[in-house]
């Protein structure tokens, strides 16, 4: 028997009960979904920030890459230098009025270097020459006091009374004179064109083999528009892979995950990204006129010496004779493959290097059982910015053009040539200079640049330490076209003097991305892994100048800088003296995401703490406290690669889009 109303009771428990059962039911599906949207939200998040990750990875290598490009192209740079250094101040040291000899330090321009013409029979300089002297200070030879030398034929002495020995003594002295005087002057001659062609064509090559390994890069990172090599000959789409997988959770990788590589400059030949800067320069040195006397004139190096015995001098003595196919007038112009003269190369501001990286996941949530995978896609570009490879020859470029065009840049360079715009050998602009720093119209015809190092008034130099600079480089070989004295194996003085002559100036570090070591940095990994990278086998992979291949394997601009301090004189304003004067990339401010320019001029230019005492160096050489120097690295929109505002050309260029933006699937 029951107690009235205890069924209701049970009731409505058994209701209470279904109801609690509900709502924790109705609770545990709507944390279950939550948690879920929650998973689902973090997988989302941790794969966007692995892509991220991944792509920052492949934009770096790809600014490595760019930064070997861009020292290279420098390293074209100092070799015209000390090709203007040579020929403009080396050259012409025999003459009375040189600002050496005069000590004038005034940068105002000294008239015969503007069109100089190249004279090595100067005592005061050349050993060789002084040690045809008698040895009496006052009696050393010079014939290149001025820039033509006209010196009368001396006349025969006549035999008046032949039976009196003294009158024979005489004569045979006479002719004894007439003799050494007709050889000098063919000396003069075979002396200047020999070292007037051995510089022209040094810098030729020399600006071949720094092309050869730039063209080499820059085709590599051409080749493959889903994949490129890195700087340690590593696949970086596989190092992207092994980036974003040790980031990603274990729901995004259960179920397979798919990685993609955009190169931005895959596919693009890379002359299409690199315009090469063509010259055609000469050089104007002091030949002997074939007549009687000693009548010397200017002419180009591209027409040997006008006197038959200087030719044969050339030949024999000189060891020039490989030199002659490579300078006559059917050769002035522009020469098939990597021999032509050059500038170097100007990067063209609308094939946009960057990455792309993009990813697909598959995740399933703990509490989808009976549903499917859920694909998930990121994507994310990044760019290197903020370094140079160099200067445009011009100042502005429109956008589908293949070279700059506007102002010139660096007015002191020679023109531009193509196969369709040849400069005569008469056009003074080809002959070698450049400027200083902005702006500069002077260059190497100033009084200043003249004698701008300490003690090259007491230089002492001889030939033989230029007699292998014209000889072509290869793997194995001494690949060094600065002096040497080949008899001692040793660095001569005038070395230091020709590497004070090409030390980064004002100019440089405006325009240029310089690495203050490239050799600890860069040049090891070069060179093991060049052939992956698509540097051809047989083209070496250099050091900076000042390394002998032999004694001195590894250089940098650090060196050269420190090496010589104490040559260049204080006057000259446009020296860089400090390397951390080298950090002039773009540079955050302190502190994090800051980006305020003002914040970040103190470190502009600076360095508080290099990396001199450190085992492991830096690329900069600074390890706190400074600049940088070549390509950082940003993350960029696709907006951004799709937009047809972009400033790329110049202040006077019209905005645009890139001619390589990402495809529509990205």
């Given at each position: 028997?029951?107690f009235?109303?205890?069924?209701?009771?049970?009731?409505?428990?058994?209701?209470?009960a279904?109801?609690?059962?509900?709502?924790?039911?109705?609770l545990?599906?709507?944390?279950?979904?939550?948690?879920?949207?929650?998973?689902?939200?973090?997988?989302?998040?941790?794969?966007?920030?692995s892509?991220?990750?991944?792509?920052?990875?492949?934009?770096?290598?790809?600014?490595?890459?760019?930064?070997?490009?861009?020292?290279?192209?420098?390293?074209?740079?100092?070799?015209?230098?000390?090709?203007?250094?040579?020929?403009?101040?080396?050259?012409?040291?025999g003459l009375?009025?040189?600002?050496?000899?005069?000590?004038?330090?005034?940068?105002?321009?000294?008239?015969p270097?503007?069109?100089?013409?190249?004279?090595?029979?100067?005592?005061t300089t050349?050993?060789?020459?002084?040690?045809?002297?008698?040895?009496?200070?006052?009696?050393?030879?010079?014939?290149?006091?001025?820039?033509?030398?006209?010196?009368?034929?001396?006349?025969?002495?006549?035999?008046i009374a032949?039976?009196?020995?003294?009158?024979?003594?005489?004569?045979?002295?006479?002719?004894?004179?007439?003799?050494?005087?007709?050889?000098?002057?063919?000396?003069n001659?075979?002396?200047?064109?020999?070292f007037?062609?051995?510089?022209?064509?040094?810098?030729?090559?020399?600006?071949r083999?720094?092309?050869?390994?730039?063209?080499g890069v820059?085709?590599?990172?051409?080749?493959?528009?889903?994949?490129?090599?890195?700087?340690?000959?590593?696949s970086?789409?596989?190092?992207?892979?092994?980036?974003?997988?040790?980031?990603l959770?274990?729901a995004?990788?259960?179920?397979?995950?798919?990685?993609?590589?955009?190169n931005?400059?895959g596919?693009?030949?890379?002359?299409?990204?690199l315009?090469?800067?063509?010259?055609?320069p000469?050089?104007?040195?002091?030949?002997?006129?074939?007549?009687?006397?000693?009548?010397?004139?200017?002419?180009?190096?591209?027409?040997?010496?006008?006197?038959?015995?200087?030719?044969?001098?050339?030949?024999?003595?000189?060891?020039?004779?490989?030199?002659?196919?490579?300078?006559?007038p059917?050769?002035?112009?522009?020469?098939?493959?990597?021999?032509?003269?050059s500038?170097?190369?100007e990067?063209?501001?609308?094939?946009?290097?960057?990455?792309?990286?993009?990813?697909?996941?598959?995740?399933?949530?703990?509490?989808?059982?009976?549903?499917?995978?859920?694909?998930?896609v990121?994507?994310?570009f990044?760019?290197?910015?903020?370094?140079?490879?160099?200067?445009w020859?011009?100042?502005?470029?429109?956008?589908?053009?293949?070279?700059?065009s506007?102002?010139?840049?660096?007015?002191?360079?020679?023109p531009?040539?193509?196969?369709?715009?040849l400069?005569?050998?008469?056009?003074?602009?080809?002959?070698?200079?450049?400027?200083?720093?902005?702006?500069?119209?002077?260059?190497m015809t100033?009084?200043m640049?003249?004698?701008?190092?300490?003690?090259?008034?007491?230089l002492?130099?001889?030939?033989?330490?230029?007699?292998?600079?014209?000889a072509?480089?290869?793997?194995?070989?001494?690949?060094?076209?600065?002096?040497w004295?080949?008899?001692?194996?040793?660095?001569?003085?005038?070395?230091?003097f020709?590497?004070?002559?090409?030390?980064?100036d004002?100019?440089?570090?405006?325009?240029?991305?310089?690495?203050?070591?490239?050799?600890?940095?860069?040049?090891?990994?070069?060179?093991?892994?060049k052939?992956?990278?698509?540097?051809?086998?047989?083209?070496?992979?250099?050091?900076?100048?000042?390394?002998?291949?032999?004694?001195?394997?590894?250089?940098?601009?650090?060196?050269q800088?420190?090496?010589?301090?104490?040559?260049?004189?204080?006057?000259?304003?446009?020296?860089?003296?400090?390397?951390?004067?080298?950090?002039?990339?773009?540079v955050?401010?302190?502190?994090?995401?800051?980006?305020?320019?003002?914040?970040?001029?103190?470190?502009?230019?600076?360095c508080?703490?290099?990396?001199?005492?450190?085992k492991?160096?830096?690329?900069?050489?600074?390890?706190?406290?400074?600049?940088?120097?070549?390509?950082?690295?940003k993350?960029?929109?696709?907006?951004?690669?799709?937009?047809?505002?972009?400033?790329?050309?110049?202040?006077?260029a019209?905005?645009?889009?890139?001619?390589?933006?990402?495809?529509e699937?990205w």
């Amino acid at each position: 028997m029951g107690f009235p109303g205890s069924s209701s009771l049970r009731n409505q428990r058994g209701q209470s009960a279904i109801f609690v059962a509900l709502m924790f039911n109705v609770l545990f599906v709507f944390f279950a979904m939550a948690i879920n949207v929650a998973m689902v939200v973090h997988d989302k998040i941790n794969l966007q920030n692995s892509v991220d990750m991944g792509v920052y990875y492949a934009a770096e290598k790809q600014a490595e890459l760019l930064n070997v490009i861009a020292h290279q192209n420098y390293m074209i740079r100092q070799s015209w230098k000390l090709l203007s250094w040579r020929y403009r101040v080396l050259g012409t040291m025999g003459l009375d009025t040189h600002p050496v000899s005069n000590n004038e330090i005034s940068d105002v321009s000294y008239g015969p270097a503007a069109t100089p013409s190249l004279c090595m029979n100067d005592g005061t300089t050349w050993e060789e020459v002084a040690e045809l002297s008698s040895g009496d200070p006052d009696s050393i030879q010079n014939l290149c006091r001025e820039q033509k030398t006209a010196i009368p034929p001396l006349p025969k002495v006549k035999v008046i009374a032949g039976f009196l020995g003294i009158n024979h003594g005489i004569a045979a002295l006479a002719e004894q004179l007439r003799t050494q005087y007709a050889k000098d002057c063919d000396n003069n001659g075979a002396f200047n064109w020999w070292f007037s062609a051995s510089i022209l064509h040094a810098f030729r090559i020399d600006q071949r083999n720094r092309k050869r390994v730039m063209y080499g890069v820059a085709q590599g990172l051409s080749r493959h528009q889903n994949d490129f090599v890195d700087l340690d000959g590593n696949s970086v789409l596989e190092g992207v892979r092994q980036t974003i997988l040790k980031n990603l959770t274990f729901a995004n990788r259960e179920k397979g995950v798919d990685i993609q590589l955009f190169n931005s400059l895959g596919g693009v030949p890379y002359q299409s990204w690199l315009s090469e800067v063509q010259i055609a320069p000469t050089i104007v040195y002091t030949d002997i006129e074939d007549r009687e006397g000693c009548y010397g004139y200017p002419q180009t190096v591209q027409n040997l010496p006008a006197r038959q015995s200087a030719r044969e001098a050339v030949m024999g003595g000189l060891s020039g004779g490989d030199l002659i196919p490579w300078f006559n007038p059917s050769s002035d112009g522009i020469l098939p493959g990597d021999f032509q003269y050059s500038m170097g190369v100007e990067k063209n501001p609308w094939v946009m290097a960057y990455v792309g990286v993009k990813v697909q996941t598959n995740p399933r949530q703990v509490f989808f059982p009976v549903a499917g995978n859920l694909p998930t896609v990121a994507r994310a570009f990044a760019k290197p910015f903020g370094g140079r490879i160099g200067p445009w020859y011009k100042d502005k470029w429109d956008r589908g053009s293949q070279e700059s065009s506007g102002q010139v840049v660096d007015a002191l360079l020679p023109p531009r040539v193509s196969v369709t715009n040849l400069n005569g050998s008469e056009d003074t602009r080809r002959l070698p200079n450049y400027s200083r720093y902005p702006g500069d119209t002077l260059g190497m015809t100033s009084k200043m640049s003249q004698n701008s190092l300490a003690g090259l008034n007491t230089l002492k130099a001889r030939y033989d330490y230029y007699r292998n600079i014209k000889a072509d480089f290869s793997v194995g070989g001494v690949n060094d076209i600065l002096a040497w004295d080949s008899v001692s194996n040793k660095s001569p003085q005038i070395r230091e003097f020709e590497l004070a002559a090409i030390a980064p100036d004002l100019f440089d570090i405006t325009y240029y991305s310089i690495e203050p070591n490239f050799s600890e940095n860069y040049l090891a990994r070069l060179k093991a892994n060049k052939v992956r990278l698509g540097i051809p086998a047989d083209a070496p992979v250099r050091s900076d100048l000042g390394s002998n291949s032999n004694i001195i394997p590894a250089f940098s601009i650090q060196n050269q800088m420190a090496l010589v301090a104490n040559r260049q004189r204080s006057e000259p304003y446009y020296f860089v003296r400090d390397k951390a004067h080298l950090l002039t990339s773009w540079v955050p401010g302190p502190g994090t995401y800051n980006y305020d320019a003002s914040a970040a001029v103190p470190f502009f230019g600076n360095c508080k703490v290099t990396d001199d005492g450190f085992k492991v160096k830096n690329p900069g050489s600074c390890v706190a406290g400074g600049g940088r120097t070549g390509y950082s690295v940003k993350l960029v929109s696709r907006d951004y690669l799709l937009s047809n505002q972009i400033r790329a050309g110049g202040p006077s260029a019209s905005p645009n889009g890139i001619l390589n933006p990402p495809p529509e699937d990205w």
